[in-house]
């Protein structure tokens, strides 16, 4: 693959350092807000990064929950993010007499603009540092399972107490693979309502063939509105519009929510990722894909239901073939080999540091018992309750009304983390959605489900064989779609105010099934948050402090879904000996168009070919910059000096996958919507010139 041999060439001509350093190539960084890199902005690109310039991109930046980030982009609450990234609350919005994934929509006045069912936003108020005293309340002579212990217990008292002093919510990040405890304090908005999206074919135009590429032509651009009791919210930081956008060379910003990274991973994480983990995790994706194109393809109905889900299947399939490209690559594990030698060598020499001795050695045990139990996690527990081997909408909420009634009982710092005071309100928000929930394909994906768990557990095991109670996985998921009531909101609402007793006597068939499920989920989590991910934590906060120690400060911890500050150039690059001229038009649109005949996915939308003559060809439309970005970024806006808004990051070239791993320029770039091309197309296609108006300061939306 292409990022494959790119790696190389980069590993090899950048030696690059990929451990945890403060060595950084370039405009590397997903830097902290409350850490900014002020001395390499001024010494590289002169420029100053004020407190009161930080603060205020800090507070106009969003996240969405649901994953990836925006900002707010008018006083009146307007919020600026991708239609990927909308597309949840598109996809739950509508029914079949409305596809507004497939068709767009657009609010012509704030009457019309739409509640989101489940959507909550969140924006970064305030950092503080506690890394002091949750290693304080974790004594060095406790083991894996003690120290896990000590830690959820002071991480929830410390959420708890800020939420109770300031009502925001309070989440306690964990930075540097637990080398650092920074507490994030955000304002929650969950009155969300859609303004305006396109159809998916102009914001995704050249589907999968194009996906993780350049040149491009997408308009993946999608508004939102925030409220307050009922009334858009007065916004203090928001991000203005540039007159002229991004410009050749031009220094600029991405402020935004980057996902994961893996640069800090020890060569034994990465060789588990390369081995095991991106291979299970291709598995699964392969298979989803294929069931969810073979769903779509039965009816039109059936592809609206399941065209959100497909998206981000096929798109996260792609990302890791990149990514696994690049871990098959040798020449950045010879790389992370040499650091690790270099440093544990340096460690060896120094009797201050003789507790990090083991540390790498202890991830590595770590990453062995991983290996041996992620496809038994992933089948029972999984990700925020979406178990693999129970796909189902159903299940998720049977699963959160089994556990909230038996985890709420408990004192708070004692609680599975999901089920801490401080998360109440999202989880909530989440379990009395009216998302709407189509039994026939509820039934789909838990039918694929259930022959999935029985391939990766053995159709023989005891488990596999009480979740089929003596039926195939066909007429087994059938029974339990049938035999639920979960879709009712009223009964999940009574299930909690019940409580345990309630849960215990229901004869719902997913709350049995969860029931059933649980005792063996919860052991193998436990497995995963002690035995693992407690074990890595402690060694990897000892190697950080080693690194400290030996290379001096440190730079940006890897991503974790929170706000962080990326900067570079918008410059085009070199590809088989052909320059990619840093920026497309709508012009290039249309001879793409041309020159695919016009067939799918390289089709234009009716609207595009009808307003053609209206549109200057020559506005810019989409263009690259080096920004050091990931996934989590889409939606995130890219600035310009004045904090001006650029554009709208949506995607990274093919070459940018290498991006989990390393940083390079060479090749490498994230992908964005230009903010003319923006201006220009939901004015003249869309003739949503009201919105552009309040865009650009021309006016607010209509009352």
């Known amino acids: 693959m292409k990022s494959q041999s790119l790696l190389s060439a980069a590993v090899a001509a950048l030696g690059l350092v990929t451990g945890l350093t403060n060595v950084t190539y370039g405009d590397e960084g997903m830097w ?71 068709d767009g929509f657009h609010a012509k006045s ?23 005293r949750i290693n304080a309340a974790v004594k060095p002579d406790l083991n894996a399972e003690q120290a896990f212990a000590a830690r959820r217990k002071i991480m929830a008292e410390i959420e708890k107490e800020s939420l109770d002093k300031t009502g925001l919510r309070s989440d306690v990040v964990t930075l540097y693979q637990g080398g650092q405890y920074h507490l994030y304090r955000f304002k929650k908005y969950t ?40 009334k858009p919210a007065q916004i203090e930081h928001y991000l203005t519009w540039s007159q002229n956008g991004a410009t050749d060379g031009e ?103 003789k507790d990090a001795l083991s540390a790498w050695d202890r991830i590595a045990g770590a990453e062995k018992t991983r290996a041996e139990n992620i496809r038994k996690f992933t089948m029972l527990e999984g990700a925020r309750g979406g178990a693999a081997g129970f796909a189902s909408t159903y299940f998720t909420i049977a699963r959160t009304l089994v556990r909230a009634a038996e985890e709420r009982p408990k004192p708070n710092g004692d609680r599975l983390c999901e089920f801490r005071d401080s998360n109440r309100e999202s989880l909530e928000l989440e379990l009395f959605s009216e998302e709407p929930i189509y039994d026939g394909f509820e039934q789909a994906r838990l039918a694929s ?39 009712d909101i009223a009964v999940r609402k009574a299930l909690v105010e019940g409580g345990s007793k309630a849960t215990a006597a229901s004869s719902d068939s997913m709350i049995a099934l969860a029931r059933l499920v649980d005792p063996e989920a919860r052991a193998v989590r436990k497995i995963m948050e002690t035995d693992v991910d407690e074990v890595k934590r402690q060694a990897y906060a000892q190697i950080a402090r080693a690194k400290y120690a ?62 053609k003559d209206k549109l200057d060809l020559n506005t810019p439309f989409n263009f690259v910059c080096t920004a050091d970005i990931i996934g989590g970024n889409s939606g995130s806006p890219v ?56 865009l650009t300061g021309k006016g607010r939306a209509s009352p």
């Open 110 to 132: 704030r009457d019309e603009e739409k509640r989101c069912v489940d959507l909550e936003l969140n924006v970064l108020m305030s950092i503080e540092d506690v890394t002091e």
């Open 32 to 102: 902290l807000f409350n850490n900014p890199p002020r001395k390499l902005l001024k010494e590289k690109h002169n420029f100053d990064a004020t407190e009161k310039w930080l603060e205020h991109v800090q507070k106009s930046s969003v996240r969405f929950n649901s994953g990836g980030s925006g900002s707010f982009v008018s006083a009146d609450g307007l919020v600026m993010t991708n239609h990927h990234v909308g597309a949840d609350c598109l996809q739950k919005l509508g029914d079949q007499e409305h596809n507004y994934y497939r």
């Open 251 to 353: 220094l600029v910003f991405v402020s935004g929510h980057p996902g994961r990274t893996d640069r800090l991973d020890t060569l034994a994480e990465l060789q588990y990722l390369r081995d095991t983990g991106f291979p299970y995790l291709l598995e699964r994706l392969y298979r989803m894909e294929v069931m969810l194109s073979a769903y779509s393809g039965r009816s039109d109905e059936n592809a609206r239901q399941a065209k959100e889900l497909l998206f981000s299947v096929q798109n996260s399939r792609k990302a890791r073939e990149g990514g696994l490209a690049g871990l098959l690559d040798p020449a950045l594990l010879a790389r992370k080999d040499a650091d690790e030698k270099a440093l544990r060598s340096a460690v060896a020499g120094r009797a201050d540091l």
């Open 449 to 487: 489900a259930l022959t999935f768990l029985a391939n990766q557990l053995g159709y023989n095991s005891e488990l596999v064989q009480k979740v089929l109670a003596g039926k195939s996985p066909e007429e087994r998921a059938a029974e339990l779609i049938k035999g639920t009531r979960l879709k």
């Open 639 to 694: 600035i310009n000096r004045n904090a001006e808004v650029v554009g709208l990051i949506f995607d990274g070239n093919i070459q940018s996958l290498v991006l989990d791993f390393i940083y390079t320029d060479k090749q490498a770039r994230a992908v964005a919507v230009h903010s003319q091309g923006i201006v220009e197309a939901i004015r003249k296609v869309y003739d949503a010139a009201t919105l552009a108006d309040e």
């Open 191 to 230: 009155d969300v309502r859609v303004v305006f999206a396109p159809d998916q074919q102009a914001a995704f135009y050249g589907g999968d063939p194009d996906n993780f590429e350049y040149p491009r032509y997408d308009l993946d651009v999608c508004f939102f509105r925030v409220y307050e009791n009922g």
């Open 550 to 611: 030996v290379e001096g400060a440190s730079t940006y911890p890897d991503a974790t879904f929170t706000l962080r500050l990326a900067f570079g150039a918008v410059k085009g690059y070199e590809e088989n000996g052909q320059q990619i001229p840093f920026e497309t038009n709508f012009a290039g649109l249309y001879l793409r168009a041309k020159q695919h005949h016009n067939r799918p996915p390289f089709d234009l939308p009716p609207r595009w070919v009808e307003r």
